[in-house]
């Protein structure tokens, strides 16, 4: 069993760019979640997917957006980059029970 | 709001010491409460999950208590070693906050030889 992975480890823009962010979960978990974590802070509910629908948002603009395919992996779109918006984007899968994390993608923004 | 605090922010023991990270938080409507480790720029580890039913788990070293009605969970390392350095994180899933996690900022433990 693969785990959760994260695609693309690291990755760099700058100001104003657009950038998607790919995870496929753990074999069968159904539903993905998307969390940012900034320097020195816990993790940031960004919102979560399942039957390819938005299910739950937390806080953040409509900069961020996203998506579920059939086979639940899902992509992560943040357009008009800000500076404030590079940290750790993790995923995490989950079947109903407790959720299990990919190894994050770190996005700086310059 | 759900807020989740983790005390304390840093905690530097000697190998073999038994340690106790402490979390706790505001809303005690929780569905279940999981503890994390995380590697520096790495990715987050489940190590231990406790349904809002439960008293508390174990997995190896490691025991995970929980306490909701007083809103308040700890997670004890016996034996401490120094492949335990690595910041530990506590989450909550409560009824508040629907199917997402409420993180607190996390424990960095290091553990010297």
């Known amino acids: 069993d693969a785990g959760v992975t994260q695609s693309p480890t690291h990755l760099i823009k700058t100001r104003g760019q657009q950038v998607t962010l790919r995870c496929s979960p753990k074999s069968g978990h159904d539903t993905v979640s998307w969390y940012q974590q900034a320097l020195g802070q816990g993790p940031q509910f960004i919102f979560q997917y399942y039957e390819e629908e938005e299910r739950q948002r937390g806080n953040f603009p409509d900069r961020f957006s996203g998506h579920q395919f059939p086979n639940y992996s899902s992509e992560l779109n943040v357009n008009a980059l800000l500076l404030g918006d590079s940290a750790l984007y993790l995923c995490a899968s989950s079947l109903g029970g407790g959720q299990f994390f990919g190894p994050g993608t770190r996005l700086t923004v310059l | 709001k759900q807020e989740v605090t983790q005390i304390p922010a840093a905690l530097s023991v000697p190998e073999g010491e038994n340690l106790v990270l402490n979390c706790s938080f505001t809303?005690?409507?929780?569905?279940?409460l999981q503890w994390f480790r995380q590697d520096p720029g790495k990715g987050l580890t489940s190590l231990l999950l406790?349904?809002?039913?439960?008293r508390e788990q174990t997995s190896g070293r490691l025991n995970a208590s929980l306490d909701k009605s007083s809103g308040r969970s700890t997670l004890y390392i016996a034996a401490s070693q120094p492949g335990d350095s690595a910041t530990y994180l506590c989450?909550?899933?409560?009824?508040?906050?629907?199917?997402?996690?409420?993180f607190g900022k996390g424990t960095t433990l290091s553990v010297s030889s």
């Open positions: 989450a909550v899933k409560s009824n508040q906050a629907g199917t997402a996690l409420i």
């Open positions: 406790i349904q809002s039913s439960q």
């Open positions: 809303d005690s409507a929780i569905y279940n």
